[in-house]
């Protein structure tokens, strides 16, 4: 599996936008696809899909070319899943027609069954129903199982959580991030949501004006300040991946560690113990103490180093510290604490974390 | 009085046969023009909507002129069927179909419109082929317009006057529609007559449009 790959060498014009690429993106796991609006990123998954036509270049899947200069295999026989930032259920077909729609025309009984999506995605309640009187989250669910069904060699999802208030968002989210364990099915996903992408893929490939400015495991990227262009500087952020390491009700807090050091998070008790945790930290979040300080309010506390200090050039400075686990973690801090602390690299600090950040929506 | 509800029975007859060949011809012609982005597309509109805008009779004219027996389609057809277009019932439907074509497509191709194209690409993501989904998903989701087209040329064709007068003439059982039915009655002042003729086509109209608009309004039917 590892070795097959979608490989995309192309140029397509959208309007004022021009989608050029050339990347060979492995068919495993979740690959994001991130970026601001306006990037191309949906154009990029109908062009996969086979919805637009490349003006110039090869699309390929595995061994089979979806298009070149003389070949073009429309959608349908493309065997790719689209989930569309609307469901576009069928009107005229009740919840279990459009699931029948999907199965009928699937190539073969596959790895699951319908019988397998309706219990996953919990719809059995609303097999009979009208799509029109689905809500939105539901809408969504019913769309998910209804690509899902057609058996699909790749899956395609726009924003799927983009239409969706926060409280629909957390209905759907979980079945999300089931999808690739549950059905193995490559997936690529678009979205602008970085604690969704933190959650739910392993790499990412970060689309700007067109083109990919950023592709990597999803920590190398944000930690890489790979997504400073589209975020600003302000959003910068760390990603650290910890360990759940135990549960106080007590004190409302869960515990995870990171290399020997420990943090709290607020209480989420779903989380398994020994699970890993991907938590974001803010590079805003972060203050520099150059000694322990005591008598503080804040707990999170972490020892490092102090690796490279960047000047903005706007008054701010990031400070990038070596953590004792290895991690680098982002701080940012004015140019006058620089100053008074007279941070250099190399200088042992503590950092204190303000808050920590991971998607509760899944605990 | 039974007996001279003839012309309403042909008159039916025409209209129904002119409907089911338009919906034939009439929904791929529109499905065409909704999707296509063809230069040619102003130009089959236009001729389309011909119809629409001019007298009965100058069609009636170049219809009689092309469906004679002396001009190469009416030959055709003599040849083929042993009949002349012209002064039959087969004349009739060619002349009703080429008058009644913009009720049958422009509604139909405002609803193709109005559908747009996300339903085919669900369609086609979940491995439809384009015919496939296009009578699995296009058609079924423009069940309206696809009834408000049909009722609309059957309608129309019922009403037809000038066209099939001068295609048609005025052959009792086989051209004799019932506008003509009619008029001639009151010509001869048969006043009853016309009445009777004239009562039934009021009463079968609205009855029609009354199921279709009764169809209209209650929620959409569920397949599947």
């Excluded at chain 2, 015919?131 to 309608?155: E, H, I, K, W, Y």
């Excluded at chain 2, 066209?163 to 003509?180: D, P, R």
């Amino acid at each position: 599996m590892s070795d097959r790959a979608l490989s995309l060498d192309i140029e397509a014009p959208f309007g004022a936008l021009t989608l050029r690429l050339a990347e060979r993106l492995p068919l495993a796991g979740t690959l994001a696809v991130f970026g601001p609006s306006g990037a191309g990123k949906t154009s990029l998954l109908r062009l996969i899909a086979g919805l637009e036509r490349p003006a110039r270049g090869t699309i390929r899947f595995g061994d089979t070319v979806w298009a070149d200069e003389q070949t073009f295999v429309p959608a349908h026989k493309r065997g790719v899943g689209y989930m569309f930032q609307t469901a576009r259920l069928f009107s005229h077909l009740s919840v279990r027609g459009n699931l029948r729609f999907a199965e009928k025309r699937a190539p073969g009984p596959g790895q699951y069954t319908v019988a397998d999506l309706v219990d996953a995605f919990d719809l059995r309640l609303l097999l009979d129903r009208d799509p029109a009187t689905l809500s939105g989250g539901e809408r969504q669910r019913v769309a998910l199982a209804r690509t899902l069904a057609s058996q699909p060699d790749l899956l395609l999802l726009d924003e799927p959580l983009s239409a969706l208030d926060e409280a629909r968002k957390r209905d759907i989210l979980p079945f999300l991030e089931d999808l690739p364990a549950r059905f193995g099915v490559p997936t690529l996903i678009v979205t602008h949501d970085i604690d969704e992408v933190a959650r739910l893929a392993d790499s990412m490939l970060v689309l700007n004006d067109g083109a990919v400015s950023a592709r990597g495991d999803v920590e190398t990227v944000v930690n890489g300040h790979g997504l400073e262009p589209m975020t600003g500087r302000y959003e910068t952020s760390t990603l650290l991946t910890t360990r759940v390491s135990h549960h106080d009700p007590r004190l409302s807090a869960t515990y995870v560690d990171l290399g020997g050091a420990r943090l709290s998070l607020p209480l989420a008790e779903k989380l398994a113990i020994g699970a890993d945790l991907r938590i974001r930290i803010r590079a805003r979040d972060v203050a520099i103490a150059t000694a322990r300080p005591e008598g503080l309010s804040i707990q999170n506390m972490l020892a490092g180093t102090v690796s490279q200090i960047e000047d903005d050039g706007a008054g701010a400075v990031r400070a990038d510290i070596r953590l004792e686990s290895g991690d680098l973690l982002s701080a940012r801090i004015t140019r006058a604490a620089v100053e008074a602390l007279e941070l250099t690299p190399g200088l042992s600090v503590f950092a204190l974390i303000k808050s920590v950040s991971f998607d509760g929506r899944f605990a | 009085m039974w007996s001279e509800l003839g012309p309403l029975w042909l008159t039916l007859r025409l209209a129904l046969v002119t409907t089911v060949i338009l919906l034939v011809i009439g929904t791929p012609l529109a499905w065409w023009l909704a999707q296509t982005r063809s230069r040619a597309k102003p130009f089959v509109e236009a001729v389309t909507a011909l119809p629409l805008v001019l007298p009965p009779t100058v069609l009636g004219f170049y219809l009689l002129i092309l469906l004679n027996p002396q001009a190469p389609i009416g030959q055709f057809w003599v040849s083929l069927t042993g009949e002349t277009l012209t002064f039959s019932f087969s004349g009739l439907v060619v002349a009703s179909i080429i008058y009644s074509l913009p009720f049958m497509v422009q509604p139909l191709q405002s609803q193709f419109e109005a559908l747009g194209a996300e339903p085919m690409e669900a369609a086609a993501s979940l491995r439809a082929r384009p015919m496939d989904a296009f009578f699995n998903v296009a058609l079924p989701q423009s069940a309206r317009g696809l009834l408000t087209a049909c009722v609309l040329t059957f309608a129309h064709t019922v009403g037809e006057f000038g066209v099939v007068l001068m295609v048609g003439g005025n052959i009792a059982g086989e051209t004799t529609v019932i506008s003509i039915a009619i008029y001639e009655h009151v010509e001869a002042l048969r006043y009853d007559e016309a009445h009777w003729l004239s009562a039934w086509l009021i009463g079968l109209s609205f009855i029609t449009l009354f199921c279709v608009y009764a169809f209209n309004r209650r929620d959409r039917v569920h397949v599947g």
